[in-house]
């Protein structure tokens, strides 16, 4: 893992590297660009180290059978109702999300559920609808969230029926294989 | 941010009951924390920097111009566009949608451009097909985006 550190890196190296030429070719723009990169990067620091501490947490404590009988295969309304409600506590940018969709999987959750925490948390999160509640008003917040919460599920299942089995177990496979990398 | 504050308070609350359990288990459970952060971190921080260049760019009055009341069916398109390929921090992102409301900005086209932005990432792809293969990831995102606009209908039917 330690020989393709420099490989693993190239892409954000890349990415600085444009910012700093952007900085040269159009200095306003540049340091805007700066600013943004510096306050998500942030955000970032702020958010995220909690979420891997309890993912951390739960692949160690909670036992794969636990999971599966919660959400998995046979857990039926109580799966969805749990990947709704998981999904909506989270905080925190989506692609902090996707590290725990992995150890879902692993952990046995069943596909679709896996794809309404997803959902929920993309964009039912409670603690943006707070906000999304005093910035654009109660009428928009909560008509958002209403047609959210069938839609979150609604594009799950959808998603789903658009898969084979072998291309949902290769993906189960090959989070199971992360684990080691 | 209360949220963030929570989420350290129980991961704070259930790492001192995990040390007091069982210290081997804790240690693990760090190093494997550790792992999937450290393994995603590269994504993670190109991320931020193509965030960071894309907004220097679509600053508001470009959006606003993209997607005022009077842009119609095109004004959602654009919006719900602008909302996929950025990547704002929703803390940021309402405020300044309540602004573009202010300024001109149409209910509907604010409601895809929220939509988009929170469920459909296009910077963030490269991370989502990491974990969840090409396929899912492209069908979530080209899902997401659809859903959007019969979020933006139903908004601009709903909101005045």
């Known amino acids: 893992m ?15 590297l444009a910012l700093g030429v952007l900085l040269l070719i159009d200095p306003p723009a540049g340091r805007k660009a700066a600013q943004v990169t510096l306050f998500s990067f942030k955000e970032m620091l702020l958010v995220i180290p909690p979420i891997f501490v309890l993912l951390g947490l739960l692949d160690v404590w909670v036992p794969r059978e636990k999971m599966v009988r919660f959400m998995g295969d046979k857990s039926g309304l109580l799966g969805i109702l749990l990947a709704v409600f998981i999904g909506s506590a989270a905080a925190g940018p989506l692609y902090g999300a996707f590290p725990v969709a992995a150890v879902f999987m692993r952990k046995g959750v069943k596909f679709t559920n896996l794809l309404i925490f997803l959902g929920a948390w993309s964009t039912t999160k409670i603690p943006m609808f707070l906000f999304e509640l005093s910035a654009l008003g109660t009428g928009f917040a909560v008509t958002r969230l209403l047609v959210n919460i069938p839609g979150i599920i609604g594009i799950a299942y959808a998603l789903r029926l658009l898969l084979r089995e072998e291309e949902v177990n290769a993906l189960y496979a090959r989070s199971a294989a992360m684990e080691e990398g | 941010m209360v949220f963030t ?63 005022g009341r009077k842009s119609g069916w095109l004004g959602v398109v654009g919006a719900a566009l602008v909302g996929s390929v950025t990547l704002i921090p929703g803390f940021l992102a309402f405020p300044m949608a309540a602004l573009l409301l202010k300024n001109g900005a149409g209910a509907m086209q604010i409601g895809a451009f929220v939509s988009t932005l929170m469920m459909v990432g ?21 899902m997401a985006f659809g859903f959007s606009f019969l979020v933006a209908l139903v908004i601009g039917w709903v909101v005045p």
């Open chain 1, 2 to 16: 330690k020989k393709n550190r420099l490989v693993r890196y190239l892409f954000p190296l890349a990415a600085a």
């Open chain 2, 5 to 67: 504050y929570v989420f350290y308070g129980a991961a704070g609350i259930l790492l001192g009951l995990s040390l007091v359990k069982d210290r081997k288990k804790t240690r693990t459970a760090l190093l494997k924390a550790w792992k999937a952060f450290e393994n995603i971190l590269p994504q993670f921080l190109a991320i931020l920097f193509l965030a960071g260049i894309l907004l220097a760019f679509l600053t508001p009055e470009t959006i606003s111009r993209i997607i």
């Open chain 2, 122 to 142: 296009v910077i963030t792809l490269p991370v989502e097909i990491k974990y969840l293969g090409r396929k899912t990831a492209y069908l979530r995102n080209l």
